[in-house]
């Protein structure tokens, strides 16, 4: 059974910097994607930064120019330094795993999420 793991979370003032991990477990096989997504209360989760191969980085709007997502692809962990960080970051932060295996189908794991306050 596929888990997914995230630490590096918690409390910090604004303009502050967090990195978040996650370092997955069970799996024979290597991640085609990773991501991660956050979600605030009575919002939709939504997708902060995803990555497949190492340099093929997709980020929300909102984040461009101060997160970045990076992983180990033979690991399959991925991590997002988040830098100067706002109120408006504040949210539980879940990572992602995502692809297809050929003959077998779609996958698409998540982690428990890990809570990110950014407060003075």
């Known amino acids: 059974q596929v888990q997914l793991a995230e630490s590096g979370g918690g409390l910090v003032q604004p303009g502050g910097s967090l990195r978040l991990s996650c370092v997955s477990s069970?799996?024979?096989?290597?991640?085609?994607?990773m991501a991660w997504y956050r979600q605030t209360t009575g919002k939709e989760r939504e997708m902060v930064a995803s990555?497949?191969?190492?340099?093929?980085?997709n980020y929300a709007e909102s984040v461009k120019g101060r997160f970045t997502v990076s992983r180990d692809p033979v690991r399959n962990t991925v991590h997002l330094q988040m830098n100067s960080l706002k109120p408006e970051d504040t949210a539980v932060y879940y990572c992602?795993?995502?692809?297809?295996?050929?003959?077998?189908?779609?996958?698409?794991?998540w982690g428990q999420g890990i809570q990110v306050s950014v407060s003075s």
């Open positions: 992602n795993a995502n692809g297809r295996i050929d003959r077998v189908g779609p996958y698409n794991y």
């Open positions: 990555i497949t191969t190492p340099g093929s980085a």
């Open positions: 069970g799996s024979r096989f290597r991640f085609n994607a």
